[in-house]
């Protein structure tokens, strides 16, 4: 029989036993999208980057990363990607970094659905660059195809479920997992077509029966103690702890922690740090280690995903007569360190040391 969500107190408890968590969404910087980090084309020279860059997260004092799942690889090299997803892991435990495992996303998916599904290719990965994750924009022809999760379509479904019982059984009972992630951003692209997935992966997952706890992402604002979109509510029902995601200024993340607390679970904010928008290192870090909030920046060292660059949303916001935003372009969106591994702002980094070792001064 599969297991149930976990109550609050065994969330706490879960919780309470871990130092506080912190560290970031991590792709090595050589790698132009999630396919170049998951295929098996270069795996070599990605692992080393990957060692490097692990190394520096260990030297800084995060604890944790989180990675990104990328169906099309492991549907075209199965073996593989197993193999890969386990070098990722043994390397980052190498480094005292816990691994947080996201199983399901809306980003790019296929487009289309009445037509042959054909999986994206793999072997050297054009990007767009001085572009966000390195995305071209979509072209008005892809824009009038709708978008499909592959867990949508018949053939695709069984198949992304396959997956989802081949990892989390393998990795079970595997302390250096730290967290499923079940579902990243549900509605993002598909709106509440994602209540049904939710349903389906939380199912599938704990019938897996992990030692890990169980969460998909709140990433819109939550109001009076609930999600204000449906979608959310449902993934926040179904979660063991709460992660959320929160790109907003010090003054709105602060309103923001005080909606979370009502919900009553422990909270894990899975992606923050947005710099033009005022999301920035100096001011949400210590905030996050003085609620005891884990907190996984998005970004560590910048590269061929070039999330430095900003969101093409903040660009088409600006240049919209009709909204008045105040965005800072100055400053990079993301990421805490250059390709040569020097710091974006030796500051930001000098502040998260110091919080890191007084958390760490805390162990028991």
């Given at each position: 029989?599969?297991?149930?969500?976990?109550?609050?107190?065994?969330?706490?408890?879960?919780?309470?036993?871990?130092?506080?968590?912190?560290?970031?969404?991590?792709?090595?910087?050589?790698?132009?999208?999630?396919?170049?980090?998951?295929?098996?084309?270069?795996r070599e020279e990605r692992m080393k980057i990957a060692d490097s860059e692990m190394a520096l997260a260990e030297k800084i004092g995060f604890n944790s990363v989180r990675l990104i799942v990328d169906f099309d690889v492991w549907l075209q090299e199965r073996e593989s990607y197993m193999s890969v997803l386990e070098e990722y892991i043994s390397i980052?435990?190498?480094?005292?970094?816990?691994?947080?495992?996201?199983?399901?996303?809306?980003?790019?998916?296929?487009r289309g659905i009445d037509e042959e599904f054909v999986p994206?290719?793999?072997?050297?990965?054009?990007?767009?660059?001085?572009?966000?994750?390195?995305?071209?924009?979509?072209?008005?022809?892809?824009?009038?195809k709708k978008p499909y999760h592959y867990l949508e379509r018949e053939g695709l479904r069984e198949k992304y479920l396959e997956m989802v019982t081949e990892i989390v059984t393998k990795y079970a009972n595997d302390e250096r997992i730290l967290c499923w992630n079940v579902y990243n951003e549900p509605g993002n692209v598909i709106g509440n077509r994602s209540i049904p997935l939710l349903d389906v992966l939380f199912e599938t997952v704990r019938a897996c029966d992990p030692i890990q706890p169980l969460t998909a992402d709140i990433w819109r604002k939550v109001v009076d103690g609930k999600a204000r979109f449906e979608e959310e509510q449902h993934a926040f029902e179904l979660s063991d702890v709460v992660s959320f995601h929160y790109y907003g200024s010090y003054l709105e993340t602060v309103l923001q922690i005080e909606e979370m607390r009502k919900l009553e679970r422990p909270l894990m904010c899975t992606e923050w740090l947005n710099r033009i928008m005022y999301n920035d290192v100096k001011e949400i870090y210590p905030l996050f280690y003085l609620e005891n909030i884990a907190c996984y920046c998005w970004g560590f060292v910048v590269g061929k995903t070039q999330t430095h660059e900003p969101w093409e949303s903040l660009w088409n916001d600006y240049y919209n007569p009709n909204k008045n935003v105040d965005y800072d372009f100055t400053k990079w969106q993301h990421d805490l360190f250059r390709i040569n591994q020097r710091p974006y702002d030796p500051k930001e980094i000098e502040i998260i040391e110091k919080f890191n070792k007084i958390a760490d001064s805390h162990k028991k």
């Open positions: 029989m599969a297991k149930v969500q976990w109550t609050k107190e065994e969330a706490w408890e879960w919780y309470n036993a871990h130092p506080w968590i912190r560290g970031c969404n991590f792709i090595g910087s050589d790698c132009a999208n999630r396919r170049d980090q998951w295929q098996s084309y270069g980052a435990a190498s480094h005292g970094l816990s691994v947080m495992y996201v199983l399901a996303l809306e980003a790019q998916l296929p994206k290719v793999l072997g050297e990965q054009i990007y767009a660059k001085g572009y966000h994750q390195g995305r071209f924009p979509l072209t008005p022809e892809e824009l009038a």
